[in-house]
Every structure is written in C-alpha cells, then in structure tokens.
C-alpha cells in the first residue's frame, strides 16, 4: 500500500510511545476486566452494556475492513462508558469452518505434489481470458468479488498465500497442522488488536471448535436444545454435487469455483404449440416445454419472442411428471438431481436435436400479452449457463430489441457474442447472435420492452430479411411483435429498452458495447426503482413484486424452481459439478411461528438505520431452511449425528451468552486448557448445567457443579444479558445476523429481556476510494495502519470514513492529517499548561466568552446527540473539527486575550468528548492536567444553558466577515481581464439594513404564507405562480428565483425564523462590540459602521437584515519614518503611514504588525518623538542613552494630518505639538 513519504517522522514515533505508554497503564490496571456486580448489592443497579463483534476467523491478520466494523462497537462502548455504565467488550476467535482445513490439506497436498520447499511449475504468461461483462441483480449482502480472491491477491497455490503473510518455509510446514493455526493466529490477533487500543475484557476470549471443549459443550447443548423444541429437521437440501464422486462438493474438494454456492432461477415452461415440429412428432400427445431461466420473473408480461441457436445441440427428456423438457444436456443433468426425473442421476432422452430443429415454432408463454410467440434465431447462445432457451423483453432488455429489430429488416452477420442473460424476460422464440447455454437453460425468452439486449435483436431481426430467410422465419413470426411496456422505469419512461437504444443511437445488435452501456443504464434501474404498470401488479415496485410473480407461475403450472451453480465448479476429479437435493440436517428458519417470533423481535431492535431494517425484513421475507450440517472441516459434532459436524454459521449464533462466562471456565486461555478459575472441568458443562445457568427458572437438581459456583455463572448471565449492540457488516444481515435474531428467540422463546437490544450494520471499507486488494497492493493490515498512522490517527481517520450502509472510504490523506491534527492539538494543551498564568483571569462576562460557552456547551450536546445514533463521522464534526473551530475562533474574538478558566474548561471537554474515538492521546492529556484517575472512568461533560441568540451573533460575526474578506479580495485582484476597482483599501464601511427592500419583503411575506398553508414549502411550480400577478415584483423578475431558492436554504438550514422581516438582534450594537475584531481580520485601519439609509441604491439593493454590505476606500495618509536606535536588535528603520484621527494605540498597532517575531504586544513598544524634530533625527544617537533628545509620545496622543503639505501634528490636553516626519520606536523584550 502506498502511503506518501513523510518528511519526519518524529510526530507519529511521539504518539506511538504515548500509546503503548497509555497501553500498558490499562493493562497493569485492568481497566477493561469488568466483572457482574452481587445480586442485590449497591453496585448492581449500575446500567450494564455489552458490545460484541462477530468473531473474526483465525486464517490470516486482521486487515482494515475488519477494523473498520469492529471500530463502531469500540467507539460505541468508549462512549456508553462516559454514560456511566458498566461496559464489556469480549471478544471471540473463529476456527470453525471448512477455510483451515482446506487450507491445511492443500499445503499436504501441494509438499506431496511439488516437494518441500515446493517448486511450483512456471505460471502460464497468457492471463485468464477476460469474462464477458454481465450485468446482474446482485444480492447486495454479497461482496463484489470473493473473499477469498481479495485476501489471497489471485494466488493458485497456498504456500504462496502463506509466504505472503511474511512466513518463511520452516515456518509453513507446520500449517500442514490444522491445530497450528489455532495456535499461530489467535495470539496475533490478539497483540494486533491491543496495539489499536481495544476496550476488550480478554478474560473472556476463546476460540471455537472442538478443541476448545468448554465451547464445544456449550454448542453441543445449544444444538440439542434446538433439536428438542423442533427447530431442526432433517431432509433434502440444495448442494453443490459431483456426480462422478457421488456426493457433495464443497470448497475444499473443487478445483475450481471455491466459494460458488445454488444459484436459484424460474424456470419459465413454454408450451411447444402443435403441429409438433418433425424430429417432435412422434411425442404427439404429450406436453412439450421449451424452459427457459430466468432471475426476473417479474418481465414475463413482456415476451415477444424466445431465442434458439441454430447449431446448438438440445435434448427433448421426459420427467417424473410425464411432461417433455427442451433444454441443453447440461442443464438436463442439473435437473436430474433436482427430483425432476423418474430416477435420479439419470435423464430419459427421447430426442436429440439441434436448435435448427425447433426454429420457427409457435409456442404459448406465460403471462405474455401475445397469445402465440415463436422461437427465433441468436447465434451466440452458450452452452455453460442457463437452458440454452433465452426468453427477450425488448421493451427493457435493448440487445433483444435490436435484435429482432435486425431480425425483421436486414442482413445480420454472425460475428456477435451475447450471453443468455438471467436477468431477461421473453416472447417469441428467436435467434439472435448474444444469448449463451451457460448458466441457465439454453432457451431464451424475449422481452424487448424492458431488456436492451432483446429489443436490439429484435429490431435486428425485423430489419435483415436475408437472415431470416435463412433460418426460414417467415414475417409474420416477427413483424407483428412490438415491445410490450410492463415497466415504468425512472428518466426511461415505459419502454425503457427503446428509450435507451434510441438516445445512445444503436443501429443493431452488434454495437455491442453501446448495448453494455444501455444495459448498465436500465437493468439494475429498472429493477431497484421500477414500477409494474401490467394488470394485478400496477403501482407496486419491481424488486417487491418478484417473488409473488414467480410464485403466481409456479402456482399455475406455469413455471418450476430450477438450481444451478452460480458459476463453473470443476471437482478434483475433473467432474463438472451441478446442484443436487442431497440428505442433511437443517435449521428450519421460516418456519411460520419461529418466523414471527422472530419478526416480533426484530421489531424490538434498534437497527440506526430503516435500509438496515427493510433488508433484515426481507430477509424474513425469504430466507428458510439454512442447512447445519456438514461433513469435512473443523467445528463441533452434532451431538445425535456425530458423523456430521455443526456448520460454521450455525455454531456463531449465540455464542454472545458465552462470553458473560467464559472467564469463569478459561480464564482468557484461548482453548480452555488452563486451570479453570471456577474450578470447573469441560466434562461437568452438560447440558443440565448449562440449563441452570441460562434458564433462571430451572431448578439445582444433582448437578456436577457445586450450585454456589453455577449462580455465579447464573449471575453473570443475568447481569450482561442481553446483548446491548452487535456490530458487522452489512453483507450479515441476510444472514449471520438473521440467524442470530431467529436462535435467540429460538432459546429463550418466552423471555424477551434475552432479545438482542440494537443491530449496528455498516458498509464495506474502500481504501482511498478503491476495493481492498493485495493484488493491487491496494491493502492495509491493522498492524500497517497502527504502524503508519499511529492507533489514535488511524481511528480517526476510520471515524471519518462513513456511517451508512454504503461504502465507506479510509483515506490515508485523511489519516495522515488527522496525526497531525492530534499532534497539534497535544502541543498546544502542554503550550497553555506551560502558560496558563498568563491567560486572562476575572469574570467570564465579554460577548466572546459567553459566545464560547455557549458555543461548548451546544457541542456537548450535539455530540452526544451523534455518538447516541452512532454517527461517529458526524460526531467527529461538531466534536472535534468544529469544537476546534470555536477555539480559534475565540481565540481571533478576544483581542483581550483568551480566559484561563474556559480554556482549560474546553481541554477537559475536548479531551472527553474525543476520548472514544482517539482514546490514547486523550489519556495522555488527561494525565497532563493532573486528573487523579484514568479518563476511562471519567463522565461524559455536562453541558450548560445555550444562548441561542449568541450562537446566532456567533455565526452572524462569522459569516459577515468572510462575505467581507470575499469582497475585499475580488476588489483588490478583480478576475483575469476585469479593471482593478482598488488599488489599496485601508478603511471600510459596513452598511446594516434595518428592514428588506420592498420586494423583498413581499418575497419573503408570500413564502411564510405558503409555509404555514402547505407545512412546509409546496414545489417551485406554486411558488412561482404565487408571484406571477404581484406588479412589485415584475422589475425583479430575474433576481426573484435565486432569492427564493436562498430563502428556503436558509429555513432549511435555521428554521421558520429565516422569513421573518427583521433581525433578531440589534447589528449595529453587534457589530460595535466585534469593530476590533474586524479592523484585524480585514487588515484595516478604521471601520464605520452605518444604516444602509444613508447609503446609495446599489448598497441597499445588496444589503439586507442578517446580511451586512461592505465597501472600501483608500484614505489619505503621511508617510512617518519610524528609526530604531537599539544596537544588534535585528529591528530597522520603517514607513509608516499615518492617518487623520490616528490615536497612539493605532500606531503602536500599525509598527507591531511590521514584524510580528520580535513584537507580540504593543505593550513592548514605547513611542518616541525628537524634542527638535529638525535636528534630532540628523543627530548621531548616543548609545548609552539612546532617548536622550527624545521625548514620550503621550498616550492620550491625536494625529492630525495635512496631506497636502505633507505634516503631522499631535494633539495633547488641548496643546498642539509637531513630531516632524521621523519618529523613534524601542522594544522592550
């Protein structure tokens, strides 16, 4: 990974020496080791909250993504502990699953192949050929490529994954050993995870499997408990299958496709229309489908057409049912396993045929609008996917409207390549040149309306003449057929595919790339926020009316479920591998009851997001039947069917119980080999015990543990439970998560207080706005990140790159500035601890002081507000980046200097508000100022009242002044060939309305109106009419829009009070009291402060109440000479100019910001006139008494000026003194 080259490093080896200072502080005092307080004692009426993490799998280091997730439950737990409450954060280590096995046996197998070290043969140098680019309706719980790609950076052999995780071949070897890397990874884990200065209670930390046998009994009894209450069955399932080895083909048995599960289709049955077709006659009687596959069942009303390719080989095979099937051999065989057949394993061909054998047939299809549609003619139908059967919908698929387009028109030629895509729908049956026998059944159905594709092929088709002629489709099979709208697609309209072919200009089928294009364009649009407008359907969105449709057709004979692999598994055997409903035991989620137990929890959950929620209600929706079993791999028995081991989502799913004893029986040994701390041995956890301890209201009845030690157990258990946050990404939902709603419900079917309490789930993390990839070299370890960022810089940075359930971004600009930032702010605790005695004591009372405390007291809140919602970006913003924000600001205010008691009020409140997220700095600080005790037992802040009314002033000052520095810099270096309207501005004048232009007040009169009528602002269609008959208004027509639009942003952004006609507060006064502070921050000499009454048109066009006008003029001045006299002072002689009505505090003001190194304070400069202000300055100074000759200028000192003649006069007490044109200035250190 690519990080920039930092200059120095000294900042970042500063904050790594902090951290593992602070580190080992936590550690020798046990601040994380939190333990349930005594039933019935003081202690126990604290609120608890327990945070957990899905356990991460121990076969590599954690990477940035895995903290990323984990940051949001260690920011949340940081947070709920400054609530006072007593919090635990354990943590688990997965080992269950098939990946160490597999992993293990490969490297046997790859030292038994290859040797040891193994010398592998030479990679080929031609790559992999590139995929044809599909677009599909992803499952958005899946990521967009592999797990296991994305962690092994495309490596074949595993010794070369190994030895990219830094291990040398000695090393390797002993990985052969599944138990190694039960003993390798986990202490890693743990010292990786620690350096990032996680709140965990590694007390209670294990891993899985049976060889941890205190875990292994827990989920033995938690299975025997699930069986009991019927939750688990035992049946047929949907599996990958290699029909050369006879059984299941999971990941560790291919040599190909690890990682592809059962892709579900709706097999859409076309009945073949008699006259059969020749090489069909004989069947005469029977019912006869071409079957095509789809993932888009909802499109159906749409078909126009099926496509067929000419010289793809079919087979006519006859099912259990008697029915007649046309598919592709391949897709014949996945059925054969899939109860479809008299026997299974074996297809009953009762004809073989070529797509030329079935072209040109009439068919009826369901749902269709037509009532007869035709099979036509597409040459690059392939054989690996599908049915080799392509159903079109040119209305929505654009390739098939240009295709039958062609089809009916012009010559077609042969050079195309199309996939059967899932995602299409169908009509007639035809031909075109993109359809595949891949995924799917070979046959495609039209639906041109909504598929780019099909309404591609089908314009093609109508189009070339020859080409149909060729493949004898005669007119009428094509030119009636126009697309059907069954969709009404956003910016598409009802026709989506016609719409998108005829913007992008595509002329045929074989503008294949402008087809992709339309096909990214509409597909994934059309299914997300497409409406059905057919019949029965109207009004309701695409994506929720899929399954109900599909069902419709299965209902009605019309269609079957059909499974095929997602992609191409090869076994080792060199077996192609298909799904098959294959013997296991599963968990029989959707089960009605279970379901809306589960749906009643759920609705307990704080989810922080609705998508969160809708996805999880989906998921319901759907999911059922989750297989738990397994045969090969690590994990736990199932206790009835030891030959079957427990699946490794099926033992994560309410190990969280675990944790509140686990301390109790390892004592933080990851395996519970230790000296049990309760004296317990793995042997005594039966499932009576762990009755007694989860259930409270099981009896003590002959247990083999004493019952003072289990009610410590049961005590722990009732204290921590339930689980207050589970945190993970949002790819668990359809699952783990789900998963762990239906088991808790499952297990404590009748005690709700065991429900989970809140679900946090969030997006995947990108780096530097790209996928994680060691291919790419794109990649971060947790290690790597601590090591570049320091923890405290990369939590930050992990802070600020998104809360939602989309993509989140870990920037390593960000997390560079952001150590940095850190760094300055520490640096700038130590200058005001060093220097507190010179801040400003006394009362609180200037305008900038309440201005800042309530400014504070506003961040405490909001804050709060976000890290509640777990918005921890946004809590950042107004917690840290604004908060520091108000420093500044005040800093800029106070021209009398900041007050010591609220700067350090605001170090304590930064410091604890920032403590959950940048935990190690803070404790830092926290010691700094001398707290007794660790931040982490410290309170969140109390805030104070908030003035509103000076927020407002606050932000009025602020924006007026960059509105101000804005004008300024557009007068003073006007845009490139603009005149320059100022050559120098030394004075301002700032103009303040007291009320708005008329038409203004008309504007802003109409809108409240409006706002009160509609609650809230109705579109900018009535608006406008509002003002359309008001004649005030007619001379500003063109300025009236923009007006308006910045009207409602300002109510958007400061509520109702934005239309009221006058401002809140008086601005002159306002103004006054900060006169300083703009004089400074516009680099002025005076400021007049006005009503705009006074002022020409053009200032009170512009000028309006909240929104203060600025002009500037260069006023008249006599330049001084300033000398100084003190030898070796590095201080020169200056001009200074100087101007009418100056006072001595301006001119001390005016000489200090010439060199602001050498004086800080005017307070160090001492003003001197010569007492001969002729001969003086030609006097040689006489270095033991250099203000010999000279004289003090008076404090209560008026310049006067004559510019014409070039003078300067001082006026004192009424006397009138002449200082000549050189004065004297001396520092004082």
Same mark, same amino acid.
């Given at each position: 990974?690519?990080?920039?080259?930092?200059?120095?490093?000294?900042?970042?080896?500063?904050?790594?020496?902090?951290?593992?200072?602070?580190?080992? @502080?936590?550690?020798?005092?046990?601040?994380?080791?939190?333990?349930?307080?005594?039933?019935?004692?003081?202690?126990?009426?604290?609120?608890?909250?327990?945070?957990?993490?899905?356990?991460?799998?121990?076969?590599?280091?954690?990477?940035?993504?895995?903290?990323?997730?984990?940051?949001?439950?260690?920011?949340?737990?940081?947070?709920?502990?400054?609530?006072?409450?007593?919090?635990?954060? $354990?943590?688990?280590?997965?080992?269950?699953?098939?990946?160490?096995?597999?992993?293990?046996?490969?490297?046997?197998?790859?030292?038994?192949?290859?040797?040891?070290?193994?010398?592998?043969?030479?990679?080929?140098?031609?790559?992999?050929?590139?995929?044809?680019? *599909?677009?599909?309706?992803?499952?958005?719980?899946?990521?967009?490529? %592999?797990?296991?790609?994305?962690?092994?950076?495309?490596?074949?052999?595993?010794?070369?994954? =190994?030895?990219?995780?830094?291990?040398?071949?000695?090393?390797?070897?002993?990985?052969?050993?599944?138990?190694?890397?039960?003993?390798?990874?986990?202490?890693?884990?743990? *010292?990786?995870?620690? @350096?990032?200065?996680?709140?965990?209670?590694?007390?209670?930390?294990?891993?899985?499997?049976?060889?941890?046998?205190?875990?292994?009994?827990?989920?033995?009894?938690?299975?025997?408990?699930?069986?009991?209450?019927?939750?688990?069955?035992?049946?047929?399932?949907?599996?990958?299958?290699?029909?050369?080895?006879?059984?299941?083909?999971?990941?560790?048995?291919?040599?190909?496709?690890?990682?592809?599960?059962?892709?579900?289709?709706?097999?859409?049955?076309?009945?073949?229309?008699?006259?059969? $077709?020749?090489?069909?006659?004989?069947?005469?009687?029977?019912?006869?489908?071409?079957?095509?596959?789809?993932?888009?069942?909802?499109?159906?009303?749409?078909?126009?057409?099926?496509?067929?390719?000419?010289?793809?080989?079919?087979?006519?095979? &006859?099912?259990? %049912?008697?029915?007649?099937?046309?598919?592709?051999?391949?897709?014949?065989?996945?059925?054969?396993?899939?109860?479809?057949?008299?026997?299974?394993?074996?297809?009953?061909?009762?004809?073989?045929?070529?797509?030329?054998?079935?072209?040109?047939?009439?068919?009826?299809?369901?749902?269709?609008?037509?009532?007869?549609?035709?099979?036509?003619? =597409?040459?690059?139908?392939?054989?690996?996917?599908?049915?080799?059967?392509?159903?079109?919908?040119?209305?929505?698929?654009?390739?098939?409207?240009?295709?039958?387009?062609?089809?009916?028109?012009?010559?077609?030629?042969?050079?195309? %390549?199309?996939?059967?895509?899932?995602?299409?729908?169908?009509?007639?049956?035809?031909?075109?040149?993109?359809?595949? %026998?891949?995924?799917?059944?070979?046959?495609?159905?039209?639906?041109?309306?909504?598929?780019?594709?099909?309404?591609?092929?089908?314009?093609?088709?109508?189009?070339?003449?020859?080409?149909?002629?060729?493949?004898?489709?005669?007119?009428?099979?094509?030119?009636?057929?126009?697309?059907?709208?069954?969709?009404?697609?956003?910016?598409?309209?009802? /026709?989506?595919?016609?719409?998108?072919?005829?913007?992008?200009?595509?002329?045929?089928?074989?503008?294949?790339?402008?087809?992709?294009?339309?096909?990214?364009?509409?597909?994934?649009?059309?299914?997300?926020?497409?409406?059905?407008?057919?019949?029965?359907?109207?009004?309701?969105?695409?994506?929720?009316?899929?399954?109900?449709?599909?069902?419709?057709?299965?209902?009605?004979?019309?269609?079957?479920?059909?499974?095929?692999?997602?992609?191409?598994?090869?076994?080792?055997?060199?077996?192609?591998?298909?799904?098959?409903?294959?013997?296991?035991?599963?968990?029989?989620?959707?089960?009605?009851?279970?379901?809306?137990?589960?749906?009643?929890?759920?609705?307990?959950?704080?989810?922080?997001?609705?998508?969160?929620?809708?996805?999880?209600?989906?998921?319901?929706?759907?999911?059922?039947?989750?297989?738990?079993?397994?045969?090969?791999?690590?994990?736990?028995?199932?206790?009835?069917?030891?030959?079957?081991?427990?699946?490794?989502?099926?033992?994560?799913?309410?190990?969280?119980?675990?944790?509140?004893?686990?301390?109790?029986?390892?004592?933080?040994?990851?395996?519970?080999?230790?000296?049990?701390?309760?004296?317990?041995?793995?042997?005594?956890?039966?499932?009576?015990?762990?009755?007694?301890?989860?259930?409270?209201?099981?009896?003590? @009845?002959?247990?083999?543990?004493?019952?003072?030690?289990?009610?410590?157990?049961?005590?722990?258990?009732?204290?921590?439970?339930?689980?207050?946050?589970?945190?993970?990404?949002?790819?668990?939902?359809?699952?783990?998560?789900?998963?762990?709603?239906?088991?808790?419900?499952?297990?404590?079917?009748?005690?709700?207080?065991?429900?989970?309490?809140?679900?946090?789930?969030?997006?995947?993390?990108?780096?530097?706005?790209?996928?994680?990839?060691?291919?790419?070299?794109?990649?971060?370890?947790?290690?790597?990140?601590?090591?570049?960022?320091?923890?405290?810089?990369?939590?930050?940075?992990?802070?600020?790159?998104?809360?939602?359930?989309?993509?989140?971004?870990?920037?390593?600009?960000?997390?560079?500035?952001?150590?940095? &930032?850190?760094?300055?702010?520490?640096?700038?605790?130590?200058? =005001?601890?060093?220097?507190?005695?010179?801040?400003?004591?006394?009362?609180?009372?200037?305008?900038?002081?309440?201005?800042?405390?309530?400014?504070?007291?506003?961040?405490?809140?909001?804050?709060?507000?976000?890290?509640?919602?777990? /918005?921890?970006?946004?809590?950042?913003?107004?917690?840290?980046?604004?908060?520091?924000?108000?420093?500044?600001?005040?800093?800029?205010?106070?021209?009398?200097?900041?007050?010591?008691?609220?700067?350090? &009020?605001?170090?304590?409140?930064?410091?604890?508000?920032?403590?959950?997220?940048?935990?190690?700095?803070?404790?830092?600080?926290?010691?700094?100022?001398?707290?007794?005790?660790?931040?982490?037992?410290?309170?969140?802040?109390?805030?104070?009242?908030?003035?509103?009314?000076?927020?407002?002033?606050?932000?009025?000052?602020?924006?007026?002044?960059?509105?101000?520095?804005?004008?300024?810099?557009?007068?003073?270096?006007?845009?490139?060939?603009?005149?320059?309207?100022?050559?120098?501005?030394?004075?301002?004048?700032?103009?303040?309305?007291?009320?708005?232009?008329?038409?203004?007040?008309?504007?802003?009169?109409?809108?409240?109106?409006?706002?009160?009528?509609?609650?809230?602002?109705?579109?900018?269609?009535?608006?406008?009419?509002?003002?359309?008959?008001?004649?005030?208004?007619?001379?500003? =027509?063109?300025?009236?829009?923009?007006?308006?639009?910045?009207?409602?942003?300002?109510?958007?952004?400061?509520?109702?009070?934005?239309?009221?006609?006058?401002?809140?507060?008086?601005?002159?006064?306002?103004?006054?009291?900060?006169?300083?502070?703009?004089?400074?921050?516009?680099?002025?000499?005076?400021?007049?402060?006005?009503?705009?009454?006074?002022?020409?048109?053009?200032?009170?066009?512009?000028?309006?109440?909240?929104?203060?006008?600025?002009?500037?003029?260069?006023?008249?001045?006599?330049?001084?000479?300033?000398?100084?006299?003190?030898?070796?002072?590095?201080?020169?002689?200056?001009? /200074?100019?100087?101007?009418?009505?100056?006072?001595?505090? @301006?001119?001390?003001?005016?000489?200090?910001?010439?060199?602001?190194?050498?004086?800080?304070?005017?307070?160090?400069?001492?003003?001197?006139?010569?007492?001969?202000?002729?001969?003086?300055?030609?006097?040689?100074?006489?270095?033991?008494?250099?203000?010999?000759?000279?004289?003090?200028?008076?404090?209560?000192?008026?310049?006067?000026?004559?510019?014409?003649?070039?003078?300067?006069?001082?006026?004192?007490?009424?006397?009138?003194?002449?200082?000549?044109?050189?004065?004297?200035?001396?520092?004082?250190?």
């Amino acid at each position: 990974m690519a990080v920039l080259e930092r200059k120095s490093t000294a900042k970042l080896t500063e904050l790594l020496q902090i951290e593992q200072k602070v580190q080992k @502080k936590w550690e020798e005092e046990k601040i994380f080791e939190e333990d349930a307080p005594l039933p019935g004692s003081k202690q126990a009426s604290q609120p608890k909250y327990i945070v957990t993490f899905p356990y991460p799998y121990m076969n590599g280091r954690l990477h940035l993504g895995h903290t990323f997730s984990l940051s949001k439950a260690e920011f949340g737990v940081g947070y709920q502990r400054l609530q006072g409450k007593k919090c635990l954060f $354990p943590f688990g280590l997965h080992c269950s699953g098939m990946p160490i096995k597999a992993s293990a046996d490969k490297l046997t197998r790859e030292m038994a192949d290859y040797g040891y070290p193994p010398e592998f043969p030479p990679e080929k140098e031609e790559g992999e050929p590139e995929e044809e680019k *599909e677009v599909t309706i992803k499952d958005k719980s899946k990521g967009k490529k %592999s797990k296991l790609k994305a962690k092994t950076g495309g490596m074949k052999y595993q010794w070369q994954i =190994m030895k990219s995780l830094g291990l040398k071949d000695e090393e390797i070897k002993d990985f052969a050993d599944p138990a190694h890397w039960l003993k390798y990874f986990p202490p890693h884990c743990k *010292e990786d995870l620690r @350096k990032m200065g996680i709140k965990v209670d590694w007390r209670r930390s294990f891993l899985t499997t049976d060889a941890n046998p205190y875990y292994d009994s827990f989920v033995r009894w938690q299975f025997l408990r699930l069986k009991e209450r019927n939750k688990i069955k035992f049946g047929k399932r949907h599996t990958i299958f290699s029909p050369k080895d006879g059984q299941p083909c999971m990941d560790h048995d291919r040599q190909s496709g690890e990682g592809v599960g059962p892709q579900e289709y709706t097999l859409i049955k076309l009945k073949v229309n008699e006259p059969y $077709p020749p090489k069909l006659s004989k069947l005469k009687g029977s019912n006869i489908f071409l079957v095509a596959a789809t993932l888009r069942p909802e499109t159906m009303f749409g078909q126009t057409n099926v496509w067929i390719r000419p010289d793809m080989k079919y087979v006519a095979h &006859r099912l259990a %049912s008697g029915e007649i099937f046309v598919s592709t051999m391949r897709a014949a065989r996945n059925m054969c396993y899939q109860g479809f057949c008299k026997v299974d394993g074996k297809v009953d061909v009762v004809a073989d045929l070529i797509g030329q054998d079935i072209m040109g047939i009439a068919l009826s299809g369901p749902l269709t609008s037509y009532k007869t549609i035709y099979t036509l003619p =597409m040459l690059t139908i392939k054989a690996d996917k599908g049915t080799g059967v392509v159903t079109s919908v040119p209305s929505d698929a654009p390739d098939d409207f240009a295709a039958l387009r062609d089809l009916k028109n012009k010559q077609l030629t042969e050079t195309k %390549s199309r996939r059967a895509y899932a995602i299409p729908s169908a009509s007639a049956v035809a031909s075109a040149s993109a359809s595949a %026998s891949g995924p799917g059944t070979g046959v495609v159905t039209s639906v041109p309306s909504d598929a780019p594709d099909d309404f591609a092929a089908l314009r093609d088709l109508k189009n070339k003449q020859p080409f149909r002629e060729k493949y004898g489709i005669k007119p009428e099979m094509v030119l009636p057929y126009e697309p059907v709208p069954i969709i009404d697609v956003p910016d598409y309209g009802t /026709l989506s595919a016609v719409t998108v072919c005829e913007r992008l200009k595509i002329q045929s089928q074989n503008d294949r790339d402008k087809l992709q294009e339309a096909k990214e364009q509409v597909y994934l649009k059309g299914f997300y926020e497409g409406v059905m407008i057919v019949k029965g359907f109207e009004g309701q969105k695409v994506q929720d009316v899929k399954k109900p449709i599909q069902q419709k057709m299965i209902d009605a004979g019309e269609a079957v479920k059909y499974m095929e692999p997602e992609k191409t598994v090869i076994s080792r055997s060199n077996d192609e591998c298909v799904v098959a409903l294959c013997d296991q035991w599963y968990l029989e989620y959707g089960e009605e009851k279970w379901k809306q137990l589960a749906t009643k929890a759920l609705s307990q959950v704080e989810t922080y997001s609705d998508d969160v929620r809708k996805n999880f209600l989906a998921t319901l929706d759907w999911l059922h039947e989750h297989a738990c079993s397994r045969s090969y791999g690590l994990g736990s028995r199932i206790p009835w069917d030891p030959q079957y081991l427990v699946e490794s989502l099926s033992d994560s799913t309410i190990y969280m119980a675990y944790y509140t004893v686990a301390h109790f029986l390892q004592g933080g040994v990851f395996d519970g080999s230790g000296k049990s701390p309760a004296n317990i041995k793995p042997e005594q956890m039966t499932p009576e015990v762990w009755d007694y301890v989860f259930f409270k209201d099981t009896p003590y @009845k002959n247990l083999p543990v004493p019952k003072a030690t289990l009610d410590k157990l049961r005590a722990e258990f009732e204290y921590w439970y339930p689980v207050d946050l589970r945190v993970s990404g949002k790819d668990l939902v359809p699952n783990h998560l789900t998963y762990y709603i239906y088991n808790h419900v499952a297990i404590w079917p009748n005690d709700s207080s065991k429900w989970p309490k809140s679900i946090r789930a969030n997006g995947h993390l990108l780096l530097n706005s790209e996928k994680m990839s060691k291919q790419t070299g794109n990649f971060l370890t947790l290690t790597d990140a601590v090591n570049k960022f320091s923890a405290d810089g990369m939590r930050l940075a992990l802070s600020d790159a998104g809360d939602t359930v989309e993509d989140s971004n870990f920037v390593t600009k960000m997390a560079d500035a952001g150590l940095l &930032r850190l760094y300055t702010y520490l640096e700038w605790v130590k200058e =005001m601890i060093a220097t507190k005695d010179s801040l400003r004591t006394g009362p609180t009372n200037t305008t900038s002081d309440q201005i800042f405390i309530s400014e504070i007291n506003k961040a405490i809140l909001e804050t709060q507000h976000f890290y509640e919602k777990m /918005l921890f970006k946004e809590a950042m913003r107004t917690g840290f980046y604004e908060f520091q924000a108000f420093r500044d600001k005040y800093r800029e205010y106070e021209l009398e200097g900041m007050h010591k008691e609220l700067i350090f &009020r605001f170090i304590e409140v930064q410091t604890l508000m920032l403590s959950p997220i940048c935990p190690h700095v803070c404790e830092y600080i926290w010691e700094l100022l001398g707290k007794p005790r660790s931040i982490m037992h410290e309170k969140w802040p109390v805030a104070g009242p908030v003035d509103e009314k000076l927020i407002q002033i606050s932000q009025y000052v602020t924006d007026a002044a960059h509105d101000f520095r804005i004008r300024l810099k557009q007068l003073l270096t006007p845009a490139k060939g603009k005149k320059v309207k100022l050559d120098n501005a030394t004075h301002g004048t700032i103009w303040i309305a007291k009320t708005y232009p008329p038409w203004q007040n008309t504007v802003l009169s109409t809108l409240k109106t409006l706002h009160e009528q509609n609650k809230g602002f109705p579109d900018m269609k009535v608006i406008a009419n509002a003002f359309k008959d008001k004649p005030e208004l007619k001379k500003y =027509m063109k300025k009236l829009m923009p007006f308006v639009q910045v009207a409602k942003e300002n109510v958007e952004k400061n509520g109702i009070k934005a239309l009221n006609l006058t401002s809140e507060f008086d601005e002159v006064e306002v103004m006054n009291k900060f006169k300083k502070y703009m004089i400074n921050t516009l680099d002025l000499e005076g400021i007049d402060i006005k009503y705009s009454d006074e002022a020409d048109d053009k200032v009170k066009e512009d000028c309006c109440p909240g929104k203060p006008f600025t002009t500037f003029r260069e006023e008249p001045y006599v330049a001084v000479k300033l000398v100084n006299p003190q030898p070796m002072s590095g201080l020169f002689e200056i001009k /200074l100019p100087i101007y009418e009505g100056d006072d001595k505090t @301006k001119v001390l003001t005016r000489i200090m910001k010439t060199d602001r190194s050498k004086m800080k304070d005017i307070c160090q400069i001492k003003l001197l006139m010569y007492e001969d202000p002729i001969k003086g300055p030609r006097t040689i100074p006489d270095m033991n008494d250099i203000e010999k000759g000279k004289v003090v200028v008076p404090d209560n000192a008026t310049f006067q000026v004559n510019v014409p003649k070039e003078t300067v006069t001082i006026q004192s007490k009424g006397k009138k003194l002449d200082p000549g044109l050189t004065l004297v200035y001396i520092v004082n250190s």
